[in-house]
């Protein structure tokens, strides 16, 4: 009897690790980072972050879920660039499937920077457990948003977190330039 509750034991644990993660992570500063892109240029987070907000996301050629869900990202980045926001996808391959990254981005048409993470540091220190992982980061540097695995509609959910920070960024701006005006 023992050992079937172990093993149920066991189970349960596997299963909510494999589970959906999300959170409000908020009070978590995100880890700085530099990672060279596909073409060689080094790219270092908190530069990117003074633009705006940034979703690091965390795949692998070979992870289908990180594949459908970059592409739907694809799409929010085309309406949301513009305004600051940026998209960091971060591949994990291994030496094996590292070759097939390019022809894979090129490919599906993304525009955004896919960064090689050879060493897997960037991974550690985000304490990633699973792909696809994915970080919205505002422009403080405060992690707002996480989630692990991927379904249809996450990309929805992203969406609204990315106008809430492009909405304060915004305000924060105005406020700034009336604090100006007014001296």
């Not at 003074?50 to 929010?76: D, I, Y």
């Amino acid at each position: 009897m023992r050992k079937f509750i172990f093993i149920i034991g066991i189970i349960f644990l596997l299963f909510a690790a494999s589970s959906s993660v999300r959170s409000d992570a908020k009070n978590s500063t995100a880890p700085n980072f530099i990672a060279k892109d596909l073409n060689g240029t080094k790219v270092e987070l908190k530069e990117v972050l003074k633009g705006g907000p940034v979703l690091v996301s965390f795949w692998a050629t070979w992870c289908k879920p990180c594949v459908k869900e970059l592409g739907e990202l694809q799409k929010v980045y085309k309406k949301y660039h513009e305004k600051g926001f940026e998209i960091l996808a971060v591949d994990v391959d291994g030496p094996r499937s590292v070759s097939k990254v390019r022809s894979m981005v090129k490919g599906l048409g993304w525009d955004f920077p896919v960064l090689w993470d050879e060493s897997k540091d960037i991974y550690r220190n985000y304490q990633v457990l699973g792909i696809p992982h994915t970080v919205l980061i505002n422009p403080a540097g405060d992690i707002v948003y996480t989630h692990t695995t991927y379904r249809p509609g996450d990309e929805e959910i992203i969406k609204k977190k990315i106008e809430e920070l492009l909405n304060n960024s915004s305000q924060s701006a105005e406020e700034k330039q009336g604090e100006k005006s007014e001296k």
